[in-house]
């Protein structure tokens, strides 16, 4: 299901009885309601064994019974139904870096409750970042008048190579001058007057394990996700686990060369790396430096600056000058994705950010590209997805469901 977390809690349950407990309540996750008998019917387990394991949920306030449900086809008694309570417990997410620190308390049921964010017009030291890290968390706290044993935990996401078994951010990719190694995880329980489970990773893998709600066929087989904009990462899940490798580095893929016939530089200090070449902000300033006078975007750049939809719409009109320039970023897609098809063979690759937005001409030539390599004479069609949900909110969505993961997979219940 995850990785191991730098968690206070550690133990995991395998007897059957606990995995029977843990498959109830992801059916509550993922179901408005249910009777006995859909549990029962879902789970194969007798109606006896899931009445039981039910009152112990209600018992324990994971679970609520909520009334009675329609009758049976036959007209026989209505049955009780139950549903995930809410309020059980709640997730804290934040996001952070030199400029802002953006904190969200989320329910049992993935919804946002609160929000507190601490920005700033500079960008901040490490320390400073910290204490707006541990001021966002006491301010969420506070706003929702939470005592720490209602947490599910808490999630902190950033940019940069982290290595969450130990709970260090090895490279702060936009706020170079914090240094390297930093013990954020260390330093945030230092600081804090409370204890509770602890999550910290790069905010693409939480972004990424977004993408499991609500596509159940998800937890069996393998996909990667693609996070796309100024920065790009992504993520690797498999059968529902989110791959976190042993040095922080899985999903990195804005670092992967793409390109080896240019001087691009990229902010790691390599050149031809994926993230360089498909930035939209380089794109944009191609197109307002190139542009000819028989281009559409020509004559937008007259009045004003160009935006990414502007080079979309043109292209998907049959803008040449604007196919040519995304011709560039389509190709550097279909070597990144077929460089990845061969370390983990996924069955679905996902594209979210700006380019999940690009429209027609886009899509049909990535699939052109990457399905048309060959190898051997095994087919190469490629499953290729679009997610337009907005970043901030999948990252804090995705990290708070997998913080809600980690605490059923280790919570005797």
């Known amino acids: 299901m995850t990785g191991t977390p730098a968690n206070e809690t550690t133990f995991k349950?395998?007897?059957?009885?606990?995995?029977?407990?843990?498959?109830?309540?992801?059916?509550?996750?993922?179901?408005?309601?249910?009777?006995?008998?859909?549990?029962?019917?879902?789970?194969?387990?007798?109606?006896?064994?899931?009445?039981?394991?039910?009152?112990?949920?209600?018992?324990?306030?994971?679970?609520?019974?909520?009334?009675?449900?329609s009758s049976t086809d036959e007209g026989g008694k209505k049955p009780e139904m139950y549903s995930l309570n809410p309020d059980y417990h709640y997730c804290l997410s934040l996001t952070f870096d030199g400029?802002?620190?953006?904190?969200r308390i989320l329910n049992a049921n993935l919804k946002v409750v609160h929000s507190y964010s601490l920005d700033s017009n500079y960008r901040r030291n490490y320390k400073e970042a910290l204490d707006a890290i541990i001021r966002t968390i006491n301010e969420l706290m506070k706003l929702s008048n939470l005592a720490p044993e209602m947490l599910f935990g808490i999630t902190l996401s950033c940019s940069g190579v982290v290595d969450v078994h130990q709970g260090l951010l090895l490279e702060p990719i936009r706020d170079t001058h914090w240094g390297h190694n930093i013990p954020v995880m260390d330093d945030v329980k230092r600081l804090l007057p409370f204890k509770t489970n602890f999550y910290l990773d790069n905010l693409c893998r939480f972004s990424g394990y977004f993408e499991l709600i609500g596509?159940?066929?998800?937890?069996?087989?393998?996909?990667?996700?693609?996070?796309?904009g100024d920065t790009t990462g992504g993520c690797i899940i498999q059968?529902?686990?989110?791959?976190?490798?042993?040095?922080?580095l899985v999903g990195e893929f804005g670092h992967v060369r793409t390109d080896y016939n240019t001087s691009r530089k990229c902010s790691c200090g390599n050149v031809g790396c994926f993230e360089a070449m498909?930035?939209?902000s380089e794109l944009i300033s191609e197109a307002e430096r190139n542009a000819p006078a028989t281009s559409s975007l020509y004559a937008i750049?007259?009045?004003?600056?160009?935006?990414?939809?502007?080079?979309?719409?043109?292209?998907?009109?049959?803008?040449?000058?604007?196919?040519t320039i995304l011709d560039n970023v389509i190709h550097q897609f279909a070597v990144l994705i077929n460089n990845v098809r061969f370390i983990c063979d996924p069955k679905e690759i996902i594209i979210q950010g700006i380019y999940a937005f690009a429209g027609s001409y886009f899509e049909a030539e990535l699939h052109r590209q990457v399905s048309?390599?060959?190898?051997?004479?095994?087919?190469?069609?490629?499953?290729?997805?679009?997610?337009?949900?907005?970043?901030?909110?999948t990252i804090h969505i995705g990290a708070s469901k997998y913080n809600i993961d980690c605490y059923f997979e280790s919570e005797i219940i």
């Open 13 to 69: 349950p395998k007897t059957l009885r606990h995995s029977n407990y843990r498959t109830i309540i992801n059916l509550f996750r993922n179901a408005n309601e249910l009777s006995i008998r859909n549990i029962s019917d879902l789970t194969r387990l007798s109606k006896t064994s899931a009445t039981k394991i039910v009152n112990l949920l209600v018992e324990k306030n994971i679970v609520l019974p909520i009334g009675k449900g």
């Open 301 to 323: 750049f007259r009045h004003r600056h160009l935006e990414m939809g502007d080079i979309f719409d043109a292209a998907n009109e049959g803008d040449p000058f604007s196919r």
């Open 278 to 280: 498909v930035s939209s």
């Open 99 to 103: 400029f802002s620190c953006i904190g």
């Open 372 to 393: 048309s390599s060959t190898f051997y004479s095994i087919s190469t069609e490629a499953n290729i997805s679009l997610s337009r949900d907005n970043i901030l909110d």
């Open 239 to 248: 059968q529902g686990n989110l791959v976190q490798g042993n040095h922080g």
């Open 215 to 228: 596509h159940p066929t998800r937890n069996e087989y393998t996909f990667i996700v693609i996070s796309t």
